[in-house]
């Protein structure tokens, strides 16, 4: 192994964080709860079922709730950067996307993000604009407001494909790329344009797709800058990891210069490889959602997560550890897991990691911690 510099950054990472919907109604200011799915017409409905399934919840909740146990190990961990891809529209609009499923969070509630020190939020992801282009605007300006950089998306091509720059104290830079695939589900008419409103969209995962992102790179990374890509690609169940996505993944650690590649849209946790001791991982599961009652893919188990906690050498941007906390939703919260949860949570890692040559330890505490072959 090539020797690594004194200096450390740690970022925190987790899976999808989705506020909508029935979340948002249980928050301090719910929004409108109409809703245009198949099955269902009001977002409180999501509510009924998480509390048949688990008990009442006592609405409202405070804007810190949803994180629970979550901020205990975000004090603890004490990480320079907090990241989170937020997948919901943060808006009052009315202009729903015809797409079966909409997610939207009331603006008035988005102290619950700021309440657990997220720096900044990825949004190229599949809900963004589930509200339409008024919805983006109004959630960009939400976030603004509040404080919270974003990446991903923007009012047009140059702002949606801008990067998060995060200076670290004494240490140096983390910058945010965030981009969606349409293997996520995200429509191609969501790709920003010179004068339209839209997401960082990736047609393809192809070789020219990733030197085009190194083109991205190179014009603001600066010598012993940590880039973090943020991927939203792959459909919502299946462990499978394709082939042509872990060559993506590869390229862009080889020629576009990534450190780091977070990958999400899975509604569960999938497998992690360090390649050439860069960290990618394929798929983050979600941290937060509402579909608590909801039956048909429990085996996944979407009510278990990780906190993720990456460090890396802040010179040379190789991985130095990584550290996770498992979780669980309940009540709409984030709980620390239980023994059999994380042990669970471990098996699948550790059945995932064999094909990229990684595992995981269980510890006492029940965190867990990444292995790999240099």
Known sequence: MKKQSAVRITIFLCGDVMTGRGIDQVLPCPGEAQIYEPFMKNAAGYVRLAERMSGPIPKPVGFSYIWGDALGELDRAAPDARIINLETAVTESEDYEDKGINYRMHPDNIPCITAAGIDCCSLANNHVLDWGPRGLRETLDTLRSAGLKSSGAGSDLREAKAPVILEVAGKGRVLLFSFGSTTSGIPLSWAAGQMRPGVSLLRDLSVNTALSIRAEIRNVKQQGDLVVASMHWGGNWGYDVPEEQRAFAHTLVDEAGVDIIYGHS??????????????????????????????????????????????????????????????????????????????????ILNREGKRFGSSVDLHPDDTLTLLWHV
């Open 266 to 347: 899975s509604h569960h946790v999938k497998g992690i490889e360090v390649y050439k001791e860069r960290l990618i991982l394929y798929g983050c599961g979600d941290f937060l959602n509402d579909y608590e009652g909801i039956t048909g893919y429990e085996d996944f188990r979407s009510d278990l997560g990780l906190m993720y906690f990456v460090t890396a050498d802040a010179e040379t941007g190789r991985l130095s550890s990584l550290r996770m906390v498992p979780t669980r939703v309940k009540h709409f919260r984030v709980h620390r897991a239980s023994g059999p949860d994380a042990r669970w949570l471990r098996d």
